[in-house]
């Protein structure tokens, strides 16, 4: 099958967009992304301070405020007609959520149904995509998981996101707004500075020369996707919801090439040769292995994996060396 490339300049030439979450990780790179393509960027988040990595482009709008303030959210959709909306928004940490769990259902819940609530009220919006996770999916033991297969999140995190896919495909089944969901791998690559997570942990551990620990036995298995082609996976999505009539739909972005710990950590010894761990298979209520099956974006989306682990890995080690100094 031929696969076309996914971005649309002409689509995303002044057209007002929304990224809720666009101080983070991903949101930040999306919003970059989209004012490169000429679209007009607002970003809604939290944060006070934008990310230690870099300023917002100057022609990206930055709006404070939290996606569970319902008068935030419709000043901003009443100020600014938007015609597509990316909802990344979220407590998006697993330890932090299992250490505030009414924290991360206020955000992920209640703030997808505030922020859906609000564009409900702006029926000019012609695309909605909602962040969920491969987490939203919880355990199974049949795997890949597919589209279909039961959302079942049963920790804190892997709970709040099971809700916001399931209250973005009520509002578009019940009330048909336009709203398609993203479950996606573990993401990774320049600009991740949550540093709980594995990736970032590890470049900044070598970076200061201290040994990782890793709480799991090396062997959970996961979907690791390259920031880049992230963000393409939003912008694919976005751009052909209309035309290929996929309002209420979800769809699963992951390289179908599960790692385990141990081979992402051979990776980044390969990128930086100071890497240094030692395995102390403490962690417990983790799922050991969740990957997805991505051929649905493939074959709709025109959408699959580019970067392959080699560069991912090799691109992040040169940015956290910069970083990190
Ligand atoms: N990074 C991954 O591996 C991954 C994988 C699958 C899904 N996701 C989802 O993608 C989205 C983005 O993840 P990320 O890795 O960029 O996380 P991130 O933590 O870097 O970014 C999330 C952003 O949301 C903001 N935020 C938090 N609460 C808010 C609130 N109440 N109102 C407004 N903004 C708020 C934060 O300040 C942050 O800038 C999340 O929805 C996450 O659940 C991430």
Not at 134 to 149: I, R
Not at 193 to 205: G, Q
Request: charged content about 25%; some cysteine.
């Amino acid at each position: 099958m031929k696969i076309i490339a996914v971005k649309d300049r002409n689509f995303w030439r002044n057209r007002s967009v929304l990224v809720t979450g666009g101080a983070g990780f991903i949101g930040y790179a999306l919003a970059h992304k989209l004012a490169e393509l000429n679209a007009k960027v607002t970003v809604l988040d939290i944060k006070s301070n934008l990310p230690a990595h870099g300023r917002l482009r100057s022609d990206i709008a930055f709006v404070r405020g939290s996606v569970t303030s319902k008068k935030k959210l419709h000043w901003i959709f009443s100020r600014r007609k938007f015609k597509t909306v990316f909802h990344l928004a979220a407590e998006a940490i697993v330890g932090r959520s299992n250490n505030n769990p009414e924290r991360a259902l206020e955000t992920n819940a209640r703030g997808t149904w505030l922020l859906l609530e609000a564009a409900r009220a702006h029926n000019e919006i012609e695309e909605i995509v909602v962040a969920s996770s491969d987490k939203a999916y919880g355990s199974h033991e049949k795997l890949p998981y597919h589209e279909q297969s039961a959302l079942r999140g049963l920790n804190p995190y892997d709970c709040s996101k099971s809700c916001t896919d399931l209250i973005a495909q009520m509002y578009a089944h019940s009330f048909g707004m336009p709203i398609a969901i993203v479950r996606c791998g573990n993401v990774y690559g320049p600009g991740d500075t949550n540093w709980s997570r594995l990736i970032p942990d590890a470049f900044r551990s070598t970076a200061k020369k201290k040994v990782l620990d890793i709480r799991s036995d090396g062997k959970f298995l996961r979907d690791y996707v390259y920031i880049d082609d992230a963000v393409d996976a939003y912008i694919a999505l976005a751009q052909k919801m209309r035309s290929k009539l996929l309002s209420g739909q979800a769809f699963n972005f992951g390289n179908n090439d599960p790692l385990q710990v141990v081979d992402v950590l051979a990776y980044i010894g390969k990128a930086d040769p100071r890497l240094k761990y030692r395995i102390l298979n403490i962690a417990k209520n983790e799922i050991r292995e969740q990957y997805l099956d991505s051929s649905k974006a493939r074959k709709i989306l025109g959408w699959r994996a580019r970067v392959s682990y080699a560069t991912g890995f090799k691109q992040s080690a040169k940015w956290y060396a910069d970083f990190l100094g």
